[in-house]
């Protein structure tokens, strides 16, 4: 039946978000309702099952820390969890604080719309349900909507088609298969490994190499997780202060060309060999100065090459158009050895572009690729994707849709103008996905839920982020953005994945530590930018 209630909060997502948001709020003594488009809990981990996918992150880093008895009882068994074991993970922490039953799954919310008579949120759904929350928080994900499909002819194709992002529950068997692969992006870098294992051929089709980091993934280092237990606040502490919340990269001010090219060559392979996103640490200025990049970028491509036997493959797998952690690193396990086998193909569709997929094959310029199956691995409309595909409307009917057109804008990546009592979790503004996303998904909620209470406590209406405060904010992430070298990638943080989409900067790269002592800064002065309403 149709839900016409009121409640205090309504979130939308049951993400790692929604979740924390949902135990945080109910804290408070206040009702909730949770909508969840999903069967289940776990948001990416719940909707991206394909065969590989894993963290980037080391396990104990990306995990919840706002429970020490969760953090100390449960154990990872892998270096980087792997997607089965993260969506146990979540499903655990759902059970453990009884979160189930304030979400309503398979529920998507069509509209958010603020009566500015009553003050408060009237959410509807694709359930009929029309409810009313003096608060709305938006745990949509920034990675929860795949762009739409803009392969030509990928409609007449007459086998599965498989989206990384929409993978089948039941998983799926390519023993004996011709498969082809749309895309080298982090899911495909991560998915081609395995399903290369099982397919009798597969095709890649790659527009753009990426910098891939090794994992050198293993069971769970035994000393390293009794040494993070022993000092998890430390730990913890140490994630909250980092520039991109994660401890395994490292802040430093010695710059790439300080240092002579023996020493640097050394510190390069250290942090190969430790693996993951410590090279990104190695040198204060790898984001900020080409030269400096330039340096890790080809210690990486020297790396990549020696990884690959036939060098005309190799030549093809180098990145060259973009500096190296412009677009997120991928982490992977085996990708460029993927392609020493004999039943790999790579080609390069900047050569010979695909024409369009027929009813059993991929027509390119000069060849056809006759195939079984077909993985879209394309990506995402990110950001800014869940959010424009609801309706959501501010003071005087006012669209976020509308108010964005030309780029997101708010205040901190958690409120906008005109849009009261209204919050983003991890929204474009705010570091998010150039972080470890754990420490900044619960660094929003901490702040939001704090907020919820002052405005509570002081029996307002509700809070809002004055114009000027976001104008201020948003030419500030502008600012940091352009001083560094990521606007130079067409990556999904500059919305260039995605035709038609402004080209702009979306996340906030001032550094995590520093943001979060921005916000705590702002909630410590009263909330400072925000206007509170009277009841
Ligand atoms: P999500 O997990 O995306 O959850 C949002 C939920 O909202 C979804 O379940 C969705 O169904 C629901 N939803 C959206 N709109 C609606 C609606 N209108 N109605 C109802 N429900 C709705 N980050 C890292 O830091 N490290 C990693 O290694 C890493 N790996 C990733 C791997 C993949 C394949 C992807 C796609 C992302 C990865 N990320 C990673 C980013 C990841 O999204 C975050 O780490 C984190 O899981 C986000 O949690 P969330 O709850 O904010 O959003
Ligand atoms: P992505 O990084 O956007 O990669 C999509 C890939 O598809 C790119 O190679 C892209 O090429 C290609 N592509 C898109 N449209 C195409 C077209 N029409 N024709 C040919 N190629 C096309 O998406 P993703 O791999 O899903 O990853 C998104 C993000 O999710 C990551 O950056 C990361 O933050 C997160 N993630 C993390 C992990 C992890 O390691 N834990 C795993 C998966 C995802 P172009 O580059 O030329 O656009």
């Known amino acids: 039946m149709a839900d016409t209630s009121s409640y205090d909060v309504v979130i939308i997502g049951a993400g790692f978000s929604g979740l924390y948001m949902l135990h945080k709020v109910r804290a408070q003594g206040l009702t909730a309702r949770v909508y969840e488009a999903g069967e289940g809990v776990g948001g990416t981990w719940y909707w991206n099952r394909y065969p590989g996918a894993r963290v980037d992150i080391e396990s104990q880093e990306y995990s919840y820390s706002f429970d020490e008895k969760l953090e100390l009882e449960w154990e990872w068994s892998e270096r980087y969890a792997s997607q089965p074991e993260l969506l146990?993970?979540?499903?655990?922490?759902?059970?453990?604080?009884?979160?189930?039953?304030?979400?309503?799954?398979?529920?998507?919310?069509l509209s958010t719309i603020f009566d500015e008579a009553a003050k408060r949120w009237t959410v509807t759904t694709d359930h009929g349900d029309k409810v009313s929350a003096k608060f709305c928080v938006m745990a949509t994900g920034c990675l929860s909507v795949p762009k739409d499909v803009d392969v030509p002819g990928a409609d007449n194709f007459k086998g599965p088609v498989y989206r990384t992002s929409r993978w089948p529950h039941e998983g799926v068997d390519?023993?004996?298969?011709?498969?082809?692969?749309?895309?080298?992006?982090?899911?495909a870098i991560q998915s081609i490994p395995q399903i290369a294992k099982q397919a009798s051929q597969m095709t890649v089709f790659q527009r753009t190499p990426n910098f891939s980091l090794p994992a050198n993934n293993g069971p769970a280092n035994k000393d390293v997780v009794a040494d993070w237990k022993a000092n998890r606040a430390e730990r913890r502490e140490a994630q909250r202060n980092a520039p991109f919340a994660s401890v395994m990269i490292k802040e430093t001010d010695v710059t790439a060309l300080s240092v002579s090219e023996e020493d640097r060559r050394k510190m390069y392979e250290q942090c190969w060999d430790i693996g993951g996103f410590s090279l990104l640490g190695a040198y204060g200025d790898l984001i900020t100065d080409i030269a400096a990049n330039d340096t890790a970028a080809d210690f990486a491509r020297e790396k990549i090459r020696a990884l690959i036997k036939d060098p005309k493959v190799a030549d093809k797998l180098l990145p060259r158009n973009h500096p190296i952690a412009t677009k997120r690193p991928c982490v992977d396990i085996g990708y460029f050895e993927t392609y020493n086998r004999d039943n790999v193909e790579l080609v390069d569709v900047n050569e010979d572009p695909i024409v369009s997929i027929t009813a059993d094959s991929v027509k390119t310029r000069n060849a056809e690729y006759k195939i079984d199956a077909l993985v879209l691995a394309i990506g995402f409309d990110a950001m800014t994707g869940a959010l424009n595909a609801i309706d959501i409307r501010g003071r005087g009917g006012m669209s976020l849709k509308e108010k964005w057109h030309d780029g997101p804008r708010n205040y901190l990546g958690l409120m906008v103008a005109g849009f009261p009592n209204m919050f983003i979790v991890t929204g474009p503004g705010s570091p998010s996905v150039l972080t470890n996303m754990m420490v900044s998904i619960e660094q929003h909620v901490e702040w939001i839920s704090g907020c919820i209470a002052h405005v509570n406590e002081r029996q307002a209406s509700g809070i809002e982020a004055t114009e000027t405060a976001e104008d201020e904010w948003v030419l500030h992430v502008n600012e940091v953005g352009n001083t560094t070298l990521y606007p130079l990638a067409n990556s999904w943080y500059m919305g260039a994945n995605v035709p038609g989409k402004p080209r702009v900067f979306m996340p906030y790269i001032g550094g995590f530590g520093v943001y979060r002592q921005k916000c705590n800064e702002v909630a410590a002065n009263g909330y400072e930018g925000f206007e509170l309403s009277s009841a």
Request: no cysteine.
């Open 174 to 187: 390519f023993t004996g298969m011709r498969v082809a692969v749309i895309g080298t992006g982090s899911s």
């Open 88 to 109: 146990k993970y979540v499903n655990h922490v759902a059970d453990r604080f009884d979160l189930r039953r304030d979400i309503q799954f398979k529920t998507k919310v």
